[in-house]
């Protein structure tokens, strides 16, 4: 059953990171309005599964007003909350705590903070560090989120990758395929029998957007809930056959290879590297289940 839904508030961005899997940049477009985060909300309530709201983006800081009456609107109809953010208004720690406070006084269950090299190099004087600390100085359930380059590493242990040698797993979606699949260790696509990171059968979590698609992982969508009511969407939901989720089910990227009938075998780092690639390819030919396009790098105006 569906446990959690995460909201996008917003696409546009303060950065333009290599590695993020939504293509979020300051130029990029979509964000949500309050009557928007207060249907999906009422619908999570007719689920009855649901426990945790999520808020993040793009940044949702830079949306703060809207953020704020969304965690507000959360809390009240008794969810969990949490909010992932990049801490760029941290500039020191007096701001930092007037971001963060009216946001503790409400009931933050876990505020999620990036904070590594992709984000800001190698800044000693990081806003998100600074976030950080003021949101524990607060008492606030606060974690710094940590992403790593991959690594070629011939001592890397082989049950953590896959029988790869990496330093870390691997997971190589949106500009990450561009960024770093250059130099790792590749391999057939036969080898990928199964999605490792998502339950599309019976999913747990969803990211929403403005545009109203509900992404069971980033880019592929089971629905439209300013279509069809999200609590429809998911009583009605057959996930052998949606035309990815079903080959995804059956056989992994492999399969979904074979239903597309892609022709490049050689030269994959991982599940998701394949996966991103083959729906990047053939998102045309079906635009309403592998969207929403700023999860392929391009948008439409709305």
């Known amino acids: 059953m569906l446990n959690g839904i995460h909201f996008l508030l917003t696409y546009t961005c303060t950065q333009s990171c290599k590695h993020c899997f939504l293509h979020c940049s300051p130029d990029s477009q979509g964000t949500m309005k309050m009557e928007q985060i207060d249907a999906v909300l009422r619908e999570a309530k007719k689920l009855g599964s649901v426990q945790d709201i999520y808020f993040e983006g793009g940044e949702p800081f830079l949306v703060y007003s809207l953020l704020k009456e969304g965690v507000r609107s959360a809390r009240r109809m008794g969810f969990s909350v949490g909010i992932v953010t990049n801490g760029f208004w941290a500039k020191d720690e007096e ?18 903070i990036s904070d590594d090299e992709l984000h800001y190099g190698n800044l ?60 790792l260790p590749k391999r057939d696509q036969a080898c990928f029998l199964e999605c490792p990171h998502e339950d599309l059968e019976v999913p747990k979590r969803v990211h929403i957007d403005a545009f109203g698609n509900v992404q069971v992982c980033q880019g592929l969508s089971m629905g439209n809930c300013w279509e069809t009511p999200l609590s429809n969407m998911f009583q009605d939901y057959e996930p052998w056959k949606h035309p990815v989720c079903g080959p995804l089910l059956q056989g992994g990227p492999n399969a979904l290879a074979e239903v597309f009938g892609f022709s490049v075998r050689e030269g994959w780092v991982d599940e998701c590297h394949l996966c991103y690639s083959l729906r990047a390819a053939f998102r045309q030919k079906l635009p309403e289940v592998l969207a929403p396009p700023q999860a392929y790098g391009t948008e439409t105006a709305v």
Request: glycine share 10%.
């Open 124 to 183: 000693s004087h990081r806003p998100s560090k600074i976030a950080l600390d003021a949101a524990l100085k607060l008492g606030m359930p606060a974690r710094a989120l940590r992403c790593f380059r991959p690594e070629v590493n011939s001592d890397a242990v082989s049950a953590e990758n896959g029988g790869l040698p990496y330093s870390g797993g691997v997971s190589l979606r949106g500009r990450a395929v561009k960024s770093f699949a250059s130099g």
């Open 95 to 112: 701001e930092a705590t007037q971001w963060l406070e009216p946001l503790a006084q409400l009931g933050i269950s876990d505020l999620s």
